[in-house]
């Protein structure tokens, strides 16, 4: 054979890194938590992922992607006289209301020499699993039929591995069954639901080119104007080397059971099957409890079978798709002899395994991981499942691995974005005091205390503040300008109050219309100097904090989106409150003794 193509990327799935918004939905949705957060960056970690594209299907913005081939099988077939399509079963749920030999057609008109049904393969692979559970003993046997499957226990089962049925999967059996008819120099190009049969086809280059997607195929199509319901068929178009019987069935959770059936229930064996990657791990649980007799588990990573594979683009109902697949398999022919043939085709393989090695961290490592986090007690782990991991303790040992960053943890970040904002206001040398719908106060500085008098700064030290506090009673005389700020939106709302023998200047500011209003409060009977230091000391104190709540802010994204508000509107408010005789306070006013 020719050397393999060699894709531009190493693995199927990978991350368009500058498309990534590290919302973490990717890291809940993976049934195997194969993604590894670098630098807010969520990539796939090779090394522990099954390919079920599972985050593929979730990404809200599609950084996630399947690794695009199609200018591989374009070269293929620049390079090779004969290439064969091996097209997979679930082409029927697909392409709907589509003859198979207008699409036989289309798929021609693409450049390929032949097309042949995946199905056949999964026949010849029926009738190795109906032999071998006829003249095998007890045990359990479960299908090698999903790639995901093979991957998920391979690498997170390794202990059921001598349970997989020792036969080449029904695309792979499918390839040597065409090399054996057309002869080793084809080329042969697979096309399906599936992103873990390219897997397959890197895995065993001898057997299988290249492995395209049904969205690999309709972009194809479309790229070159083909229209396959406008295709009018020949005699040429035809499935080779001849047409697929039950195999057909394969794509629909059940489908191999159905198949080997036909050729005679084996006696005494029973038969389950499984499909869904939660569904399937429950399963593989506690099989070594299970009584000394002949089980057979089919197992799809898919729910409902290959037809919801990850890269269909119809989106039906099952049951509709179970029965498009049931109708065209009962129209293909005769159902099969009920003996078992002599197999023609070697179809024997051993999976290998390859574990992914899970570490026990002790209690000493795990409080350490969670205090980066901001969990120093039981009742901090909130398990709330923002970071994309089930426990807190699941995120601790994430970090410990790398695999994770601190600012994953929504509940911690906004408790560091709260006290920078709650340090920014309790620095600056002014009042400064925020009030909620009901007019009371969600936080203040001491130096709002100081500038109402009274008693307000006693009330303070006890509670430093003043969070519930109905603003009405500590300053009757403000009361009003701030219910204005919630009636109506205000960018700034300035006056002079007198209160008792002095004049205060209150600036009030919207930051979330009829929900939260701020303000900021000046003496302006006292020294204007004095003024003109206050101001330079809150300029210093906004540009050294401002920046670091803001980036806090920004990676909180919407849970802080009102502490980023609220801190905008502060800073940019005090920045622009006027001086005793109008304008901007200014170095030149102070020298004047205004």
């Given at each position: 054979m020719d050397d393999p193509l060699i894709p531009l990327f190493r693995t199927p799935i990978y991350t368009e890194k500058a498309r990534c918004q590290d919302c973490y939905k990717c890291v809940r949705a993976c049934p195997v938590k194969a993604i590894k957060v670098v630098e807010d960056s969520a990539t796939v970690m090779a090394e522990r992922c099954?390919?079920?594209?599972?985050?593929?299907?979730?990404?809200?913005?599609?950084?996630?992607?399947?690794?695009?081939?199609?200018?591989?099988?374009?070269?293929?077939?620049?390079?090779?006289?004969?290439?064969?399509?091996?097209?997979?079963?679930?082409?029927?749920?697909?392409?709907?209301?589509?003859?198979?030999?207008?699409?036989?057609?289309?798929l021609r008109n693409l450049g390929f020499w032949a097309v042949s049904e995946t199905a056949l393969g999964a026949q010849a692979v029926s009738s190795a699993c109906a032999l071998a559970l006829e003249k095998g003993g007890p045990g359990v046997h479960v299908s090698t039929?999903?790639?995901?499957?093979?991957?998920?226990?391979?690498?997170?089962?390794?202990?059921?591995?001598?349970?997989?049925?020792?036969?080449?999967?029904?695309?792979?059996?499918?390839?040597?069954?065409?090399?054996?008819?057309?002869?080793?120099?084809?080329?042969?190009?697979?096309?399906?639901?599936?992103i873990a049969k390219k897997l397959e086809a890197d895995g065993r280059p001898d057997l299988l080119n290249l492995a395209l997607t049904f969205a690999d195929l309709h972009r194809w199509l479309e790229e070159e104007g083909v229209d396959p319901a406008a295709c009018e068929p020949t005699e040429l178009d035809r499935f080779q080397p001849t047409l697929a019987r039950d195999g057909a069935l394969y794509p629909a959770d059940g489908g191999m059971t159905r198949s080997i059936a036909q050729r005679g229930r084996p006696e005494g064996v029973t038969f389950m099957a499984f499909s869904g990657i939660h569904s399937l791990q429950g399963a593989l649980a506690g099989l070594k409890?299970?009584?000394?007799?002949?089980?057979?588990?089919?197992?799809?990573?898919?729910?409902?079978?290959?037809?919801?594979?990850?890269?269909?683009?119809?989106?039906?109902?099952?049951?509709?798709?179970?029965?498009?697949?049931?109708?065209?398999?009962?129209?293909?022919?005769?159902?099969?002899?009920?003996?078992?043939?002599?197999?023609?085709?070697?179809?024997?393989?051993?999976?290998?395994?390859?574990?992914?090695?899970?570490?026990?961290?002790?209690?000493?490592?795990?409080?350490?991981?969670?205090?980066?986090?901001g969990k120093t007690l039981p009742e901090d782990e909130l398990?709330?499942?923002?970071?994309?991991?089930?426990?807190?303790?699941?995120?601790?040992?994430?970090?410990?691995?790398?695999?994770?960053?601190?600012?994953?943890?929504?509940?911690?970040?906004?408790?560091?974005?709260?006290?920078?904002?709650?340090?920014?206001?309790?620095?600056?040398?002014?009042?400064?005091?925020?009030?909620?719908?009901?007019?009371?106060?969600?936080?203040?500085?001491?130096?709002?205390?100081?500038?109402?008098?009274?008693?307000?700064?006693?009330?303070?030290?006890?509670?430093?503040?003043?969070?519930?506090?109905?603003?009405?009673?500590?300053?009757?005389?403000?009361?009003?300008?701030?219910?204005?700020?919630?009636?109506?939106?205000?960018?700034?709302?300035?006056?002079?109050?007198?209160?008792?023998?002095?004049?205060?200047?209150?600036?009030?500011?919207?930051?979330?219309?009829?929900?939260?209003?701020?303000?900021?409060?000046?003496?302006?009977?006292?020294?204007?100097?004095?003024?003109?230091?206050?101001?330079?000391?809150a300029q210093e104190v906004i540009r050294k904090n401002v920046a670091t709540v803001q980036k806090i802010a920004f990676l909180l994204g919407e849970n802080a989106a009102e502490t980023e508000m609220m801190l905008e509107s502060l800073s940019s408010s005090f920045r622009n409150t006027p001086s005793p005789l109008g304008g901007p306070a200014s170095s030149e006013d102070a020298r004047r003794g205004n």
């Open positions: 099954v390919y079920c594209g599972t985050c593929v299907n979730v990404c809200p913005v599609g950084a996630k992607k399947v690794r695009d081939d199609l200018e591989l099988a374009r070269r293929l077939l620049r390079r090779k006289e004969r290439v064969v399509l091996s097209l997979a079963p679930s082409f029927v749920t697909e392409f709907p209301g589509l003859e198979p030999r207008q699409l036989i057609h289309a039929a999903c790639p995901t499957v093979v991957e998920l226990i391979r690498r997170y089962h390794v202990e059921q591995l001598p349970l997989l049925t020792p036969l080449l999967s029904p695309l792979l059996a499918h390839c040597k069954l065409l090399r054996q008819e057309y002869g080793e120099d084809i080329g042969i190009v697979f096309v399906g639901p599936c409890e299970i009584p000394d007799q002949k089980l057979f588990l089919e197992l799809l990573a898919c729910e409902g079978g290959c037809v919801n594979g990850p890269q269909v683009r119809r989106t039906c109902g099952t049951a509709l798709k179970w029965m498009q697949v049931m109708g065209y398999a009962a129209g293909t022919g005769e159902s099969v002899p009920t003996a078992v043939p002599a197999l023609e085709l070697d179809l024997r393989a051993e999976a290998t395994a390859d574990p992914v090695v899970h570490v026990a961290y002790d209690a000493e490592r795990i409080q350490g991981a969670l205090r980066r986090v398990n709330c499942g923002g970071c994309g991991y089930d426990t807190c303790r699941n995120l601790a040992e994430a970090l410990l691995e790398e695999r994770a960053e601190p600012n994953m943890c929504v509940s911690y970040m906004r408790k560091l974005a709260m006290n920078k904002a709650n340090t920014l206001i309790r620095s600056m040398p002014a009042g400064v005091v925020l009030v909620d719908e009901n007019l009371h106060v969600i936080e203040c500085n001491r130096r709002f205390a100081e500038t109402l008098g009274g008693d307000t700064p006693d009330v303070f030290d006890v509670k430093p503040g003043l969070g519930g506090a109905d603003l009405g009673r500590l300053a009757p005389e403000l009361k009003g300008f701030f219910a204005r700020g919630l009636e109506k939106e205000v960018s700034a709302l300035r006056r002079e109050v007198q209160v008792g023998d002095r004049i205060l200047r209150l600036t009030v500011f919207t930051i979330e219309a009829g929900r939260l209003v701020g303000g900021v409060l000046q003496d302006i009977t006292e020294p204007a100097v004095q003024r003109e230091q206050v101001l330079q000391q």
